[in-house]
């Protein structure tokens, strides 16, 4: 899988601001349509996450009447709603070449993810939230850790804590989080001393960061499995084979 860059020019300082502007936009959508081409399969794959997922929150909203009296369930499934909302913003940052900034986005989704975890089973973190508290992430993650040691075998707080773990590598704004847009030789050289604006695209980058909004996709799943009951197994079974395939995703990078 080829590691080159589609669209980069250099033309920051030899153009007007506003040709600049203009060429940033046009490679974003030369990215955009090459993408498409080129990820098919991978596009696909975090579609079919991303659908199974529209189709959990719509059996939850058919069944509204049995649970918004209850404050936890309330909470959570506003953390649910708007976890999509990032994964969806995360689908066309991916597409467009925004590679780093899209990490941001999975950031968001784990703040998200995590608290749903929390209002699910804490009325008392649900109602500080619908009261319009300000509930910091660090108190969320001692919860969790508490959570996680009454009962070690909860395998959904294992995967959530050590996604986070994996992503908190990269995502904030410390000198590595700056390798994917000026790559790790002489880093601290090129930092505020060079401009690299608009997406950076390539098949590789393009597939490693669809894997890992996947990945994302999947932790929530794995939430809503738990929340939403389904006796069929169909829902089951789709997501076994969503997160099959992405296993072999990650294999294969």
């Given at each position: ?202 098949s590789k980058l ?26 069929s197994g169909g ?19």
């Amino acid at each position: 899988m080829g590691n080159e860059i589609w669209h980069l020019t250099d033309d920051f300082n030899k153009l007007p601001a506003r040709d600049v502007l203009k060429n940033i936009l046009r490679d974003d959508r030369k990215n955009y349509d090459r993408a498409e081409l080129e990820l098919a399969e991978d596009i696909e794959l975090m579609d079919d996450a991303i659908t199974l997922y529209i189709e959990s929150l719509q059996a939850a909203f058919r069944l509204i009447h049995e649970w918004k009296s209850n404050i936890c369930n309330q909470a959570a499934i506003a953390m649910v709603v708007s976890t999509l909302n990032y994964i969806l913003l995360a689908r066309y940052g991916i597409l467009l070449g925004y590679y780093p900034e899209v990490r941001d986005l999975l950031r968001g989704c784990y703040e998200r993810l995590s608290r749903c975890c929390v209002f699910f089973v804490d009325d008392k973190a649900a109602r500080r939230f619908l009261s319009g508290e300000q509930i910091k992430q660090a108190e969320v993650d001692r919860e969790l850790s508490r959570l996680e040691s009454l009962d070690k075998s909860n395998e959904v707080l294992k995967s959530l804590r050590a996604y986070y773990g994996f992503l908190s590598e990269s995502i904030h704004p410390n000198l590595k989080s700056f390798e994917a847009r000026y790559g790790e030789k002489d880093l601290a050289e090129k930092v505020g001393l060079q401009c690299v604006f608009g997406g950076l695209m390539s098949s590789k980058l393009g597939h490693v960061c669809i894997v890992r909004t996947v990945q994302t996709v999947l932790s929530t799943l794995r939430i809503l499995g738990i929340m939403i009951h389904d006796e069929s197994g169909g829902w089951v079974k789709e997501y076994q084979q969503i997160s099959r395939r992405c296993d072999e995703m990650v294999n294969s990078l």
